[in-house]
T-cell receptor
Framework: KAGVTQTPRYLIKTRGQQVTLSCSPI?????VSWYQQTPGQGLQFLFE???????NKGNFPGRFSGRQFSNSRSEMNVSTLELGDSALYLC?????????????FGPGTRLTVT | DQQVKQNSPSLSVQEGRISILNCDYT??????FLWYKKYPAEGPTFLIS?????DKNEDGRFTVFLNKSAKHLSLHIVPSQPGDSAVYFC????????????FGTGTRLTIIP
C-alpha cells in the first residue's frame, strides 16, 4: 500500500507571496491532519479534515487555510507569507475513527521563505 | 504556552545501554500519550502509546512510564541500538480518537557504537 505523499518536497518563496501544499493520504484514509514543524516549537497542529470538512483547528492565524477534496486529497494554503512561516509542513492520514497510533505521516514539504 | 515539554534537546547513549527520554506536560485533561520517532527526511512514525489509566506499557525494547501525579512520562529503550538514533517526540491527546495531538519539541537521541 502506498504511503502518504506530499508535493512539492521543497519550496522557496518570497515574503508576501502565497503557497499551496498538497497531500495525498493512504488509500482508504479519510482523515488528513496538517502539522508545522519548526526547531523551537516542535510539531504544531494546524487542522484536521474529514469528509471535506474541517474537524479540528489549531491556534494559527487565518493566513493558514486548508481544504479536502472528495477523493480525500488535501491542500494547505498559506497567504501573505512571513519569514516565520519557514518550516517543515507535515500531513498525516488515518482511517475514519482510527486511533492516533494509526496516523501515518508523509515526508513533509520544506518551505523556505526569504 | 508549551503544554508538552521535552527539556532535553539531545541525548547520547552508548550502544547496549539504556536510553531514557523524558517528557512533562501541564494540561491535566490529557489522557492519552504517544511517542513518535523521526528520521531525517521522513515523517514521524508511531512508536508506543499509553492511556492515563495505566502507568506502564511495554513493547519489546520500548517501555513507556506514566506518572500522572507528576505529569511526567518517560520512554525507556533497552538495549539501545545504533538504529535507534533519531529524534523522538512525545505527544498528548485529551480525547482518544478525535482530538488534536499536542507535541513536544523533540529529543535527538544519538547511540554511540
Amino acid at each position: 500500500k502506498a504511503g502518504v505523499t506530499q508535493t512539492p518536497r521543497y519550496l522557496i518563496k518570497t515574503r508576501g507571496q502565497q503557497v499551496t501544499l498538497s497531500c495525498s493520504p493512504i488509500s482508504g484514509h479519510r482523515s488528513v491532519s496538517w502539522y508545522q514543524q519548526t526547531p523551537g516549537q516542535g510539531l504544531q497542529f494546524l487542522f484536521e479534515y474529514f469528509s471535506e470538512t474541517q474537524r479540528n483547528k489549531g491556534n494559527f492565524p487565518g493566513r493558514f487555510s486548508g481544504r479536502q477534496f472528495s477523493n480525500s486529497r488535501s491542500e494547505m494554503n498559506v497567504s501573505t507569507l512571513e519569514l516565520g512561516d519557514s518550516a517543515l509542513y507535515l500531513c498525516a492520514s488515518r482511517i475514519s475513527g482510527g486511533a492516533f497510533y494509526e496516523q501515518y505521516f508523509g515526508p513533509g514539504t520544506r518551505l523556505t521563505v526569504t | 504556552d508549551q503544554q508538552v515539554k521535552q527539556n532535553s534537546p539531545s541525548l547520547s547513549v552508548q550502544e547496549g545501554r539504556i536510553s531514557i527520554l523524558n517528557c512533562d506536560y501541564t494540561n491535566s485533561m490529557f489522557d492519552y500519550f504517544l511517542w513518535y520517532k523521526k528520521y531525517p527526511a521522513e515523517g514521524p512514525t508511531f512508536l508506543i502509546s499509553i492511556s492515563s489509566i495505566k502507568d506502564k506499557n511495554e513493547d519489546g525494547r520500548f517501555t513507556v512510564f506514566l506518572n500522572k501525579s507528576a505529569k511526567h512520562l518517560s520512554l525507556h529503550i533497552v538495549p539501545s541500538q545504533p538504529g535507534d538514533s533519531a529524534v523522538y517526540f512525545c505527544a498528548a491527546s485529551g480525547d482518544f480518537g478525535n482530538e488534536k495531538l499536542t507535541f513536544g519539541t523533540g529529543t535527538r537521541l544519538t547511540i554511540i557504537p
